[in-house]
T-cell receptor, first 114, second 116 residues
Framework: GDSVTQMEGPVTLSEEAFLTINCTYT??????LFWYVQYPGEGLQLLLK?????DKGSNKGFEATYRKETTSFHLEKGSVQVSDSAVYFC?????????????FGSGTQLTVLP | DAGVIQSPRHEVTEMGQEVTLRCKPI?????LFWYRQTMMRGLELLIY????????DSGMPEDRFSAKMPNASFSTLKIQPSEPRDSAVYFC??????????????FGEGSRLTVL
């Protein structure tokens, strides 16, 4: 079945540091890939997505590129801020008639220190 | 625009009591999901509905859990009887699924359940 493997956390960085959170996946077919973010006390919200190979999703300075050859969708940001402290979830959805749900990774806690 | 609305935000109850969590999805969305989040098990899909019909309830832990969606604008998740191990944050999410694509999930703020 489909699965998503994320980098183990927690990750602690200083403000303005470079961020990478690794995500690899296993899926049949041609999945769409997502990053969701959960701020403290809130529900998850979509950060970015990519629907086909080589697509790059981007939002709020975050980027991730859909790499089919390495089955990866790593999240990056060039300069993190304290306000980026949150839990980040990588997710995928397969395509086709049965694609009605997302498969989430375990989440990576990011803390950014001033 | 109103997002996904969940109630109650917090619930503290004693073991053996019935708990009902409620969700109002975004108007026009045709898929609704119930998730449970704990430190130990992370984010788990319990059940999801498409056009008010339960599609997959394989994630429901046991018979103590039940979910209903009587109409497109309301869903409940019920636990009876509740146990301490049910303590978690329960999230409802909705999406507009079309053309074989599940759509972006919009999550509510969650209901934090504590069973003493």
């Amino acid at each position: 079945g489909d699965s998503v493997t994320q980098m183990e956390g927690p990750v602690t960085l200083s403000e303005e540091a470079f961020l990478t959170i690794n995500c690899t996946y296993t899926a049949t077919g041609y999945p769409s890939l997502f990053w969701y973010v959960q701020y403290p006390g809130e529900g998850l919200q979509l950060l970015l997505k990519a629907t086909k190979a080589d697509d790059k999703g981007s939002n709020k300075g975050f980027e991730a590129t859909y790499r089919k050859e390495t089955t990866s969708f790593h999240l990056e940001k060039g300069s993190v801020q304290v306000s980026d402290s949150a839990v980040y979830f990588c997710a995928l959805s397969d395509s086709g008639p049965t694609a009605r749900q997302l498969t989430f990774g375990s989440g990576t806690q990011l803390t950014v220190l001033p | 625009d109103a997002g996904v609305i969940q109630s109650p935000r917090h619930e503290v109850t004693e073991m053996g009591q019935e708990v009902t969590l409620r969700c109002k999805p975004i108007s026009g969305h045709n898929s609704l999901f119930w998730y449970r989040q704990t430190m130990m098990r992370g984010l788990e899909l319990l059940i999801y509905f498409n056009n008010n019909v339960p599609i997959d309830d394989s994630g429901m832990p046991e018979d103590r859990f039940s979910a209903k969606m009587p109409n497109a604008s309301f869903s409940t998740l019920k636990i009876q009887p509740s146990e301490p191990r049910d303590s978690a944050v329960y999230f409802c999410a909705s999406s507009l699924a079309s053309g074989g694509f599940p759509g972006e999930l919009f999550f509510g703020e969650g209901s934090r359940l504590t069973v003493l």
